[in-house]
């Protein structure tokens, strides 16, 4: 009797699994649809920073004498962006960003640049 009610208890407790995972999934589910809209909707901002970009490196490659396309210059001031993500699961995207980051900065300054 014992191991029909064990056998019982168990299949209610695997019907009860069943019934949480599903609506785990479908809040998953949710979250994936929620930021392919995020992603879909920065695209335009995206594309607009990547046609920047493309019109200095093409002004860069056009020779045009200018401090800010020059490598090397004859101060001792640098300046360094850093792009992180501000929320979601990226927690260890960040952390390796940001001590990316201080290395860079601890290099330059060790090299008496200052950021």
């Known amino acids: 009797m014992s191991s029909q009610l064990a056998l019982k208890s168990r299949i209610i ?6 019934k949480i995972f599903k609506a785990q999934e479908m809040i998953a589910s949710s979250h994936i649809a929620k ?3 995020i992603a879909l909707n920065a ?19 056009a020779n045009i004498k200018h401090p800010i396309f020059g490598k090397e210059h ?5 300046a360094v962006l850093a ?8 927690g260890a995207f960040t ?10 900065l ?3 300054d060790a090299e008496g640049k200052h950021a």
């Open 13 to 18: 407790s695997t019907q009860s699994l069943g």
């Open 35 to 37: 930021a392919r809209d």
């Open 43 to 61: 695209k335009p901002y995206s594309d607009a920073i990547f046609d920047a970009v493309q019109a200095l490196v093409a002004h860069h490659e």
């Open 74 to 78: 004859a101060g001792n001031r640098v």
């Open 83 to 90: 792009l992180t993500s501000d929320r979601g699961m990226a």
């Open 95 to 104: 952390s390796s960003i940001i001590r990316e980051t201080e290395a860079l």
């Open 106 to 108: 601890a290099k330059l």
